[in-house]
């Protein structure tokens, strides 16, 4: 392979090349730092840029094929991590003053799985503290900037991954979604972003905000590198330190080019009218639909009819869970300690006060409301009876179609600041929220520029809980027709990250 | 302030207790695979689930579920199918994630029951005719049920330091250990049914007798790796409202447990003849000036946000689960006792004595083995009376000893003297006795011999026999074993000398 | 019926996070926005309708063999103290527990 840039190439590419011996894992290493370092300071994806981890890992990749050892599937592939993923050898900061400095001893699962393929962890990416909003504009240390408009934000919480791998800064990124965490980021930043069926990926090691809704997944500029980087994520089986996560015994790049033909979408017309859904991403989804038809999928419409309600039942569940899981931040074993303190009950308290943001505050508040005597039974339990019904809605739905194909989010990238008024910032999910609620998988897929605004729109498709490969054969199916694979945000294309 | 008798002659005590039993015959810990400690260096045992470190989850012990599930079986639970972990929250630094991970309203084992045999001078607390059928002798039965058994974690150790010592109050910080933390923890709560300190010290003892069969604890009362708090609370006889109750802490000895409930309820007797109110309160028990004293009024029930923990799969234990952890309940103290009542002839104390041991008991039943019909008697006996006074014994030399009384070779109290020699050695108490000629001859020729100069030379006091003063055998055994310098064996004397004086 | 500043205060006193009184109003006024968010949730008729705690299908009854685990997750003494705000020898240390709630445990 001749001279390329790194931003071109696939996962699998850089694979193959590095186990052909046409450019070594330590060559693809440096463009990866290069890049980083030619595009981060515009587009502030990192947290952390871990160049010595990243030139280790990639000198033993190197070293593994010099002896003769079967290289991984993501052989010398630079990936990044949101900063809510421990990596031994990084901070951990989930972008809290709570965390800043934090070293975690040990790794989590889904990074080291990635790790064990092969992979370079070239760093440590921006969120929303704490993965709390859609924006990463809640990071407190500073904002991420959308490649394809630096004047907007990325989406969040898991802007710095989706904003790293949509400016070429790395070929695959994980993050984590909650509510949309993924999804959103993705369909801003124009690449694609797969939140799996809840246990389907180990959140051991994952830093966590709803339990029950989190769940860790890649982003790529392929369907093809997502397929890639999720095969390494569950290849090994269900982890023995994750006791919801389950075996996923599924190879997810075997039926990526399967024709859709034959195979039902189901849409959802109640969605398409939902209010504050713009006319580029309604118009993304008839194309999708025309897209999917010309490939000879039937198109059927389905109804969710509790989604609606899936917004609420969020909002009770998740801020409960933030405010059980965040009660550890006390300043004691690790974390922000208020100095000074006579007692212990005035370094706890300032100590969550001075450590946490205005946004991570603000959930425990709710959290810890609503899960107080009397009042859990008016919302707590009525909104897990609420996620049955919503639940047993897919269920019914899934039973006519293989995939639904919905909006991703509302409209495409917003400025910073234009949304500052946190319930309303809360509707960016409110085409994602469902799926968390559910546990089932999800696909953000672009669909290149809008019309009107010239940035990226996209669609999602959703799935029966399980069936994330149907996902990614849709998803595929939709990238052969409506958008240009592997788009670099033009601005950031070919900047640095040459493959000498 | 007024004793306990007479209090309890106008007042009705109701009595429940909480009892927290650490799983310590386990390896590791609740919900990580940390060894559980004994003794070690602080922050020996931990990793990052049990420090709460972000990002960490929790995953149940297998084995800690059997031992529950057990728990439940021998005290005649019925054990939930489905039942869920809950998170309880209170920030506290002892745990690490400032919640503790529990269950909710379903435990794993509900609505059990224990009786408990009430008999000897403790039986006197309970006045008659109060909800019981007392027997000749004043013993009764007195059924305990038993609400649920939970299985949770127990919480890091705090030492404060600086001010006095130990005291909370006047510590300036605290250390912790987080060693504890994590470490599997069940916690029994019973229904109000006890009445009396004598049995709530009961329950306890047979509480710990059964959880220490199962194998699952070591029960320490002292060490507190089994902890119990009592509530208690008074009310007129024939009142069927409840008063308000108080809460004990710190009862490390079942003396405590008793003596502490008992100061509690003279204490409310009297606040409460003097017209004054009880508040509920969690109260100290200071055993060395015998009195319980307040740590902390609750004006408002706690809120510990409970909810079920979205990090731990639900259990829905199969019958094929349960089975397997029934078969592996061994015989438990009640039917041991029954057993060696019925097949040892024991008397009932000896028995439950033996059975409520397991250590103990596996110990009698080991050096029963081997051994003829008419040493059981003897050796269970050997094992009541004397085995408690040398803990160093073995087997083989109880065996010995027991045998050497059955035939009459030593006395009771020789056996003493032999077992004071031995028990610090592995010396065959056999050996030992003929190598220090204290075998007692049984020989009816040689003994016979004694007996008639005996009884030829003491004519007053064989008079004094046939008249009617058999006390006076006694003497005339002392005569023998004087004559015998030791060696002749005075239950033979006893004998030869009544076959001789009765003929 | 909105909750009270001092409602919304009792709520920061025992999720431990201290609030200025410029933050409570704030706090007060957000907390109440957000209730209004969660309406729908009450709409229901939800009786009959059982929980969904845990979105995991039928998995149940994980769990682990009791086998101690002293070099893949065992922290070191130092690895352990290594993030802690204070320590003393081998423990953590915090400020005087006077005050606190929990002392009796």
Redo the contacts between chains.
């Keep these: 392979m001749c001279a390329a840039n790194l931003d071109q190439l696939s996962a699998s590419q850089i694979a193959a090349g590095v186990a052909a011996g046409d450019f070594t894992a330590v060559e693809v290493a440096r463009a990866a730092l290069d890049a980083v370092e030619q595009r981060d300071g515009e587009v502030q994806a990192f947290l952390q840029v871990s160049a010595d981890l990243a030139i280790a890992a990639a000198e033993a990749t190197d070293a593994a094929r010099a002896a003769g050892r079967p290289l991984g599937p993501l052989a010398g592939v630079p990936v990044a991590f949101k900063d809510?993923?421990?990596l031994v050898g990084t901070r951990?900061t989930?972008a809290s003053r709570m965390?800043e400095g934090?070293?975690?001893?040990?790794t989590?699962t889904c990074v080291q799985r990635l790790l064990d393929a092969g992979a370079t962890p070239v760093g440590k990416t921006n969120m929303d503290e704490f993965a709390f909003g859609s924006s990463t504009e809640s990071s407190a240390f500073h904002p991420t900037y959308n490649p394809w408009d630096t004047t907007r934000v990325p989406g969040g919480s898991s802007g710095g991954s989706a904003a790293a791998v949509a400016a070429g800064e790395v070929t695959v990124a994980l993050g984590s979604d909650t509510g949309g965490s993924i999804r959103q980021p993705a369909s801003l930043c124009g690449v694609v972003g797969m939140k799996p069926t809840?246990?389907a990926v180990s959140?051991?090691?994952?830093?966590?905000f709803?339990?029950?809704?989190d769940q860790v997944g890649p982003f790529g500029r392929r369907v093809e590198d997502v397929a890639l980087a999720m095969n390494a994520l569950v290849a090994a089986g269900r982890d023995?330190?994750?006791?919801?996560s389950?075996d996923c015994p599924v190879d997810f790049l075997e039926h990526l080019e399967d024709p859709v033909e034959g195979r039902t979408v189901g849409v959802v017309p109640q969605l398409l009218e939902a209010e504050g859904l713009s006319r580029e991403e309604r118009t993304a989804i008839q194309q999708a639909t025309v897209a999917l038809e010309a490939q000879g999928a039937r198109v059927v419409e389905v109804e969710l009819p509790n989604i609606?309600?899936a917004?609420?039942?969020y909002?009770?569940i998740a801020?409960?869970?933030a405010?059980?899981n965040l009660?550890?931040?006390?300043?004691?074993?690790?974390?922000?300690?208020e100095p000074g303190?006579?007692?212990?009950?005035?370094?706890?308290?300032?100590s969550?006060?001075h450590g946490?943001g205005e946004e991570a505050?603000?959930r425990?508040?709710?959290g810890?409301?609503?899960?107080?005597?009397g009042v859990?039974d008016?919302?707590?339990?009525?909104?897990?009876?609420?996620?049955?019904?919503i639940?047993a809605d897919y269920v019914r739905a899934y039973e006519k179609c293989d995939v639904i194909l919905l909006p991703a989010t509302p409209r495409t990238a917003f400025r910073f600041g234009e949304i500052s008024d946190?319930?309303e910032m809360?509707a960016s999910d409110m085409f994602t929220i469902s799926n968390n609620?559910?546990?089932n998988g999800g696909i953000s897929v672009p669909m290149g520029v809008g019309a009107e605004s010239g940035l990226p729109v996209s669609v999602q498709l959703q799935g029966p809980?399980f069936k994330d490969r149907s996902l990614l054969t849709f998803a595929r199916a939709i990238e052969r027709s409506c958008s240009a694979e592997g788009v670099v945000a033009p601005a950031f294309a070919g900047k640095g990250g040459e493959l000498q | 302030m007024k004793k306990l008798a007479e209090v309890l002659r106008d007042w009705e005590a109701v009595i429940g207790l909480e009892v927290h039993t650490e799983l310590t015959t386990l390896e590791t810990k609740m919900f990580c695979n940390c060894r559980l400690s004994h003794d070690d260096e602080p922050n020996t045992n931990v990793c990052?689930v049990c420090?709460?470190?972000?990002?960490?989850?929790?995953?149940?012990n297998k084995k800690a579920i059997e031992s529950i599930v057990m728990a439940g079986l021998a005290t005649n639970c019925e054990i939930q199918r489905h039942s869920m972990f809950y998170?309880k929250?209170y920030?506290y630094?002892d745990m690490?994630?400032?919640?503790q991970t529990t269950q909710g309203p379903v435990a794993f084992c509900m609505h059990g029951h224990l009786d408990l045999e009430v008999s000897g001078a403790g039986a006197a607390e309970r006045p008659d005719g109060t909800g019981v059928e007392k027997a000749g002798d004043g013993s009764y039965v007195a059924p305990v049920r038993i609400l649920r058994i939970h299985m949770e974690e127990d919480a890091a150790k705090m030492v404060h330091v600086g001010g006095e010592e130990g005291r909370i109050t006047a510590a300036t910080e605290?250390l912790?250990d987080y060693n504890r933390c994590g470490t599997p923890l069940i916690e029994l709560v019973t229904e109000p049914d006890l009445r009396t300190p004598e049995e709530a010290r009961l329950f306890m003892e047979k509480l710990r007798e059964t959880f220490l069969t199962l194998g699952i604890s070591d029960c320490s009362l002292e060490s507190g790796s089994m902890r119990c708090d009592g509530n208690v609370s008074l009310r007129r006889r024939g009142e069927t409202r409840l008063g308000t109750k108080t809460e004990m802490k710190n009862i490390n000895s079942f003396k405590s447990l008793h003596d502490a409930l008992e100061y509690e309820i003279c204490r409310q007797a009297e606040v409460l003849e003097e017209g004054g109110i009880v508040y509920q309160e969690t109260r100290h028990w200071e055993p060395s000036r015998r009195r319980t004293v307040v740590m902390r009024v609750k004006e408002t029930?706690d809120?510990y946000?409970?909810?079920p923990?979205?990090?731990?799969?639900p259990f829905d234990l199969t019958d094929e689960f349960i089975e397997h952890c029934r078969e592996r309940i061994p015989e438990l103290p009640d039917a041991k006792r029954e057993r060696y009542m019925a097949d040892y002839g024991l008397k009932k104390k000896d028995a439950a004595q033996l059975a409520g041991d397991p250590k103990v008991a596996a110990f009698f039943e080991e050096a029963l083995s081997g051994v003829g019909e008419k040493v059981v008697g003897t050796l269970a006996n050997v094992m009541v009376n004397l085995v408690p006074s040398f803990p160093g014994l073995t087997v083989e030399q109880v065996r010995g000893i027991s045998g050497l009384l059955a035939e009459d070779a030593v006395t009771f109290a020789q056996a003493r003297e032999v077992l004071e020699a031995v028990s610090q050695s592995s010396e065959d108490p056999v050996a030992y006795v003929d190598a220090h000629g204290m075998r007692q001859s049984t020989d009816e020729g040689a003994l016979g011999a004694i007996v008639d100069e005996v009884l030829g030379r003491c004519t007053d006091q064989v008079q004094q026999y046939r008249d009617g003063n058999k006390k006076v055998l006694g003497f005339l055994v002392g005569q023998c074993m004087k004559a015998a310098k030791g060696s002749g064996n005075p239950k033979a004397f006893n004998k030869m000398l009544a076959e001789r004086l009765g003929a | 019926m909105p909750?009270t500043r001092e409602e919304?205060a009792g709520?920061?006193?025992?999720?431990?996070?201290?609030?200025t009184d410029a933050e409570l109003d704030e706090?007060t006024t957000?907390?109440n926005?957000?209730?209004e968010?969660?309406?729908?949730?009450?709409q229901?008729d939800?009786e009959g309708?059982?929980?969904?705690?845990?979105?995991?299908?039928d998995?149940s009854n994980?769990m682990?063999d009791d086998v101690p685990d002293t070099s893949v997750?065992a922290?070191p003494i130092d690895?352990?103290l290594?993030?802690?705000?204070?320590s003393r020898d081998r423990s953590?240390r915090?400020?005087?527990?006077?005050?606190?709630q929990g002392g009796d445990r």
């Design positions: 809510n993923m421990n951990t989930c965390l934090y070293e975690s001893p040990y989590a809840y246990g959140r051991y090691g994952v830093v966590a709803g339990s029950s809704l023995p330190y994750d006791s919801t389950q609606a309600s917004i609420a039942a909002y009770v801020p409960c869970e405010f059980s009660a550890r931040f006390d300043g004691v074993r690790y974390g922000y300690q303190c006579s007692t212990l009950a005035e370094q706890t308290s300032l969550r006060a946490f505050k603000r425990q508040m709710l810890a409301y609503l899960l107080s005597s859990y008016k919302y707590y339990y009525p909104a897990q009876q609420v996620r049955t019904l639940t946190p319930t809360y609620i559910a546990g809980a | 990052p420090l709460g470190m972000p990002g960490a989850l929790p995953v149940p998170r929250h920030f630094p690490a994630k400032n919640f605290s912790i029930a809120d946000r409970l909810f923990d979205p990090d731990l799969a | 909750l919304v709520i920061a006193d025992y999720a431990r996070i201290a609030l706090m957000y907390m926005e957000a209730v968010l969660l309406e729908p949730i009450r229901y939800l309708v059982e929980p969904t705690f845990h979105p995991i299908g998995l994980v682990s997750r922290l690895v352990a290594e993030n802690a705000g204070a953590f915090v400020p005087s527990i006077l005050g606190d």
